[in-house]
């Protein structure tokens, strides 16, 4: 035990000196440089949130993430954004309910395995923005309209990152979801939280 406790605390310098003094990302337009960009998996996550039987609020979200935007901070309304989402990732903390998600009375994950979203304008207003685009979901595809506001933007090992947050209404129905209505909501709001980088060095 002493030689673990003093390999730990070896490497306690190293470790510090990682780690940024303060938070490298700010919530500044300024900061965000124009180029091309791709979604960081690990930082980025889709959240919904559903009424259970109007008894409790209850939430689900999809990890692994992928996708990309280009942006040009002078030219915003030029940004395309791109954004996919593997239902198979789905978690409730639930087994069971994350299984009955991925059937085909709901999700149908064998057959539409990815959630696609596609901007087709974009209309800045400063650290936020409106984005409208086209989400396929359960082999449908509508309209939706996504409300966008800037997290952060700066350099980050290496690497220049902008987050986001995205907040979205869909109608399930619309999508060929409609089990559980009305004793589950029609209109389910997401959040879309998207971490996007580029290397620093490139354009």
């Given at each position: 035990?002493?030689?673990i406790?003093?390999l730990?605390i070896?490497?306690?310098?190293v ?6 003094k303060?938070?490298p990302?700010?919530?500044e337009v300024s900061r965000?440089s124009?180029?091309?960009?791709t979604v960081?998996?690990?930082h980025s ?5 559903v ?7 209850y939430r ?5 993430v ?6 040009d901070p002078?030219?915003p ?6 954004i996919?989402?593997p239902i198979?990732?789905i978690?409730?903390t ?8 991925l059937?085909p ?12 979203f ?6 800045s ?8 685009g086209r ?10 309209v996504?409300?966008?506001?800037l997290?952060?933007?700066?350099v980050m090992?290496?690497?220049r990152t902008?987050g986001?947050?995205a ?13 559980g209505?009305?004793?589950i ?5 997401l959040v879309i939280?998207?971490a996007?980088?580029?290397?620093e060095r490139?354009p």
């Open positions: 035990m002493p030689l406790a003093g730990a070896s490497h306690l310098p470790v510090a000196q990682q780690i940024p303060q938070p990302g700010k919530a965000i124009a180029g091309r960009y960081d998996p690990l996550q889709v959240t919904f949130t009424n259970h039987l109007g008894f409790s609020t689900g979200m999809f990890g692994n992928t996708g990309s935007m280009i942006i002078k030219a309304f030029k940004t395309k954004v791109v996919d989402i198979r990732s978690t409730t639930v087994k069971q309910l994350d299984a009955h998600l059937a009375s709901f999700f149908d994950a064998a057959r539409f395995p990815t959630a696609h596609e901007s087709t304008s974009v209309k207003m400063g650290k936020r923005a409106r984005i409208e989400l396929t979901l359960k082999g449908t595809t509508r309209p939706v996504l409300d966008a506001s997290v952060g933007a700066g090992m290496g690497k902008v986001f947050d907040t979205m209404l869909i109608r399930r129905s619309a999508f060929g979801i409609s089990e209505i009305p004793l909501p029609d209109e389910v709001p939280s998207v996007f980088e580029k290397p490139n």
